[in-house]
């Protein structure tokens, strides 16, 4: 009878709905709505998708700008050559449409900006663009620089493990904004046609779906009323066909049904009141397991928030601080918290005390007293679980710190490293039975973790110790190896010098000239030692700028005016060793030497152009080339003869052996020396 009422009440409630708006309108406006959502949901879906994978097209194209810029500027950027990195930077802009700067950044600010119209150094401090993080960043912002928006990348740039600066890249959106409103274009044609056919489409199956529907309204309102006889003459295989097939069936079934659902509702009335009952056991249960879990998770909070503290802290105090400002979550029903640090060295102990007094937190203390007469270090290396009516001690600093008036319970831990006791951490409580040995457990692994960390911070001080004496000491070896590249110059000057001086009283040309030639070959080597004891680097000299000095010098001595020998030097900023620089100078100095004594015998004349070239590069095999040459009238075919009577050409082989090198000699042309050698270059 139930099951009779509430099935004419539904049955009443689907007619009425139906008279009143229409089964047909609501099914064609219902696909109608799911249609244009599931369409929606596409597109909200594909936008941000399309968008996301440009930008990553976008990321992409400057993290490998930024990486190839590293790579091959990174040792410019460290021997500061700012103009090899400003022609890189600028070969790039030119060869892409979509970059419009690059902002290469040091960490003190200093930066060197490249855009399409140029370059500049700038200093740039507190620019959101240009972040502080170890990360690369980007974003899309509205740059100063171009007058427009970009999608700016910030890319960190290390070199051995250092932190030197940013690279940081801005690129075009014309080409993304352009994609983008192609994108909105063709979606939004899409979404249009899908609905207008949607909306047919919908038409057309809702109509077709209700007809069979609306036959079955009047068998309905029928039931309904009660009249169990009547049948609804719908025959087919679908859906609709089972709905009236159920139809059928359903006046033969309902007294039967409503007889079984009877029982079965008495049955399930009983089974309900037993198992309501292992519930209520189950419930008290569960409550028990969460006020546990609950304690657990609180214990593991402040266990966390310990060990962070740790970490971030930079001293000892500041560890044992943060330990003490968590140890109450730890103990509930502590009333105070100690830790001492010994010192057995200068036989001394330091104590933090904290008091917890209801909600309120006492001042950290500190304390400093006599180590060995205070505490027994044996006793002390054992883990003490005190319980009583009320603790006292003979020691009356134990009573004062660790327990005082109306202490009645105490958990001690040794703070141990390697066997070794540093310390000790205590809790106690004016309530007796206050800690277990769960609760020694707990400050077993508080000890440990503050044990290691105060053993690291003492480590981290030694360390800085040690390394500040290095530090030292290397700034005395700087000095004392410059002191002594500045004495052999000076040596070596007071050796041309007197050179000089004993040269006035030879008469004999020929003797005069070796002076001559011996005093610029001193001069070459002293002039080394002075770019040395003057670089950064003492054990390289910048080797474009120590044969520009040394031609100057050469011509001076010879009395050569520069107008009528021209010079060309083509030499990159090199740095080579002292070992291949004496040498090299050397080498040099008598070469061009030659050429300014026996290459133009005809020197006064006019019309003729007397030059003299200097190269010194890398090829592509890692070898360095010193090249020398000049226009003038050669050496000769007679060369082996002369390699044995020249004393010049000998001290050039010998040098060049000296520099485990070749060399090769071409007369076609004047005469033109090329050396090759290997070393490491900076």
């Keep these: ?128 663009n240009l972040p502080n993080t170890k990360e690369s960043t980007s974003q899309f912002t509205y740059s100063y620089l171009v007058n427009q928006k970009v999608f700016h990348y910030s890319y960190p740039f290390k070199y051995s493990g250092n932190d030197w600066g940013r690279i940081n890249i801005g690129l075009s959106v014309k080409s993304f904004n352009q994609n983008m409103e192609n994108l909105y274009y063709r ?12 909306f047919v489409v919908s038409i057309y199956f809702a109509n077709k779906l209700t007809s069979p529907i609306r036959q079955l309204e009047n068998v309905a309102q029928k039931i309904s009323d009660g009249e169990l006889s009547v049948r609804v003459s719908i025959e087919s295989e679908d859906e609709i066909g089972r709905l009236a097939y159920s139809f059928n069936k359903m006046a033969d079934s309902l007294k039967s049904s409503q007889d079984n659902l009877e029982r079965k509702v008495e049955q399930r009335t009983a089974e309900l009141e037993k198992i309501n009952k292992v519930l209520q056991v189950q419930i008290k249960e569960k409550m028990l397991a969460e006020n546990a879990l609950t304690q657990y998770n609180i214990r593991l909070e402040a266990l966390d928030k310990i060990y962070r503290g740790i970490i971030s802290a930079k001293s000892v105090e500041d560890i044992t601080k943060e330990v003490l400002n968590h140890l109450k979550k730890l103990f509930a029903y502590s009333s105070k918290s100690s830790i001492a640090l010994f010192d057995e060295h200068n036989n001394t102990a330091i104590i933090f005390n904290r008091k917890f007094e209801c909600d309120n937190f006492d001042p950290i203390s500190k304390v400093e007293i006599p180590l060995k007469e205070n505490f027994d270090l044996e006793l002390e290396k054992e883990i003490h679980l005190m319980d009583c009516k009320n603790i006292l001690v003979d020691n009356v600093f134990y009573n004062e710190i660790y327990f005082g008036e109306g202490i009645k319970a105490c958990l001690s831990v040794p703070l141990l ?68 590249h500045h004495r052999i110059k000076n ?14 009283k030879i008469k004999d040309k020929e003797a005069l000239d070796m002076f001559k030639d011996s005093q610029n070959k001193i001069k070459s080597i002293a002039l080394i030692h002075e770019r040395l004891y003057q670089s950064k680097s003492l054990g390289k000299i910048n080797f474009n700028d120590y044969v520009k000095s040394l031609m100057v010098d050469l011509f001076r001595s010879y009395g050569i005016n520069r107008e009528i020998i021209k010079l060309n030097i083509n030499i990159n900023d090199i740095n080579i060793s002292i070992d291949s620089a004496v040498p090299c100078g050397l080498i040099i100095n008598e070469l061009v030497s030659n050429s300014l004594k026996h290459a133009f015998p005809e020197m006064g004349k006019q019309g003729n152009d007397y030059i003299i070239n200097i190269d010194f590069n890398k090829n592509g095999n890692n070898e360095l080339l010193l090249f020398v040459g000049d226009n003038g009238i050669g050496i000769g075919p007679d060369i082996n003869e002369k390699k044995e009577h020249s004393l010049g050409i000998q001290l050039v082989e010998t040098l060049v052996d000296q520099l485990e090198g070749t060399i090769e000699i071409d007369l076609s042309s004047g005469t033109a020396y090329t050396i090759k050698f290997e070393e490491t270059i900076v």
């Design 1 to 128: 009878m139930i099951l009779f009422i509430k099935l004419k009440h539904k049955s009443n409630e689907l007619i009425n709905s139906t008279l009143s708006k229409g089964v047909l309108l609501k099914t064609a406006v219902l696909s109608w709505v799911l249609i244009i959502i599931t369409l929606f949901i596409f597109i909200l879906g594909i936008i941000p998708a399309q968008r996301a994978a440009m930008e990553e097209r976008m990321k992409s194209e400057a993290k490998d700008i930024a990486n190839s810029i590293g790579q091959v500027t990174a040792s410019s950027m460290i021997n500061k050559d700012y103009g090899f990195i400003v022609d890189y930077c600028s070969k790039i802009i030119k060869q892409s449409n979509s970059i419009l700067y690059i902002i290469i950044t040091k960490k003190d600010g200093f930066s060197l900006v490249q855009t399409a119209n140029g370059w500049s150094q700038e200093i740039i401090r507190g620019d959101p």
């Design 187 to 198: 979606i939004i044609w899409l979404a249009v046609i899908s609905i207008f056919v949607a």
């Design 417 to 484: 490293i390697h066997g070794q006791l540093i310390g000790t951490i205590a809790v106690s409580s004016t309530e007796a039975d206050s800690f277990s040995e769960e609760h020694k457990e707990i400050l077993s692994v508080v000890a440990n973790q503050l044990a290691i960390a105060i053993y690291h911070a003492l480590l981290q001080v030694k360390i800085k110790e040690h390394a500040k004496n290095l530090q030292n000491s290397l700034s005395e070896k700087e000095v004392l190896l410059k002191e002594i």
């Design 491 to 504: 040596n070596l000057q007071v050796i041309s010098s007197l050179l000089y001086l004993n040269s006035k």
